[in-house]
């Protein structure tokens, strides 16, 4: 029991430290200005907050155990049970999701407390907000889903895993948000996967100007949810033909 406590701390610690330094850093971009592109300093500080919390949750550094299955060849038993390999791997993957909640509550209460999150404008924009996380999440779970799979091929998934975090946490916006990137850039992240896990939800909540544009975040968000099931399903079809059980 100690053991988990510890690594709850332990958590919880290194969340606030990484929310501090983006806080220092977005307040050190804007120094004596008070808006950059358009963006006032307190919601870019907020952003940064917000996204740092989101990608303890979105973009963990410990993924599923789906490829260590398919190096020790546990995967066959997984692979016999009456639930499906993406079922029993989405189920995993949600559950580490979720046990990172309790560091990001902490912190995300901490964060609040000293306002350095702005509210958002209206309340349906903070249910757009919570029903867009959800899909960011569920996106951010089938995209690491994808990647896992890869080990039926390469049996070792760690290089795979280590570039896609590394672009995923460019292109999400986790790290800088897309409103300060070239507009060139920033229209074609916007319609990658990547800005659907962490851009999108955060882009709703410090919209100040909500509208129907939401509403087409969100179904681009549904959208990537079908098609990512989708190559899941197809990925996972390929991967199970070529597996050996028993000589068969």
């Known amino acids: 029991m100690l053991v ?22 977005w307040q050190a971009v804007y120094g004596e200005r008070d808006v950059v592109s358009g963006i006032e300093r307190a919601d870019a500080v907020g952003y940064a907050v917000l996204g740092a919390l989101f990608a303890v949750v979105f973009q963990p550094w410990q993924f599923s155990t789906l490829q260590s299955r398919v ?40 964060a609040l407390s000293i306002g350095s999150v702005p509210a958002s404008s209206t309340w349906w924009q903070t249910i757009a907000f919570a029903v867009s996380t959800v899909f960011g999440l569920t996106i951010a779970i089938q995209c690491n889903l994808i990647v896992g799979m890869t080990a039926f091929w390469t049996t070792e998934a760690s290089g795979a895993y280590v570039i896609y975090n590394m672009a995923a946490a460019f292109c999400s916006g986790s790290l800088i948000p897309l409103w300060f990137m070239p507009d060139g850039l920033a229209d074609v992240l916007r319609l990658l996967p990547f800005s659907a896990q962490i851009f999108t939800p955060l882009s709703i909540w410090f919209d100040r100007s909500p509208g129907w544009n939401i509403v087409g975040e969100l179904l681009l968000q549904i959208g990537w949810i079908l098609l990512l099931s989708l190559i899941a399903y197809l990925v996972n079809m390929r991967a199970v033909h070529r597996t050996v059980i028993n000589g068969g």
Request: charge should be positive.
């Open 4 to 25: 988990f406590r510890a690594e709850v701390v332990v958590g919880i610690v290194s969340a606030l430290i990484r929310i501090v330094l983006v806080m220092l850093v």
């Open 71 to 110: 190096r020790t060849g546990n995967i066959v038993f997984d692979i016999m049970r009456p639930v499906g390999i993406v079922t029993q791997a989405t189920a995993a993957q949600l559950g580490t999701s979720l046990a990172n909640l309790p560091k990001v509550i902490v912190c995300l209460v901490l």
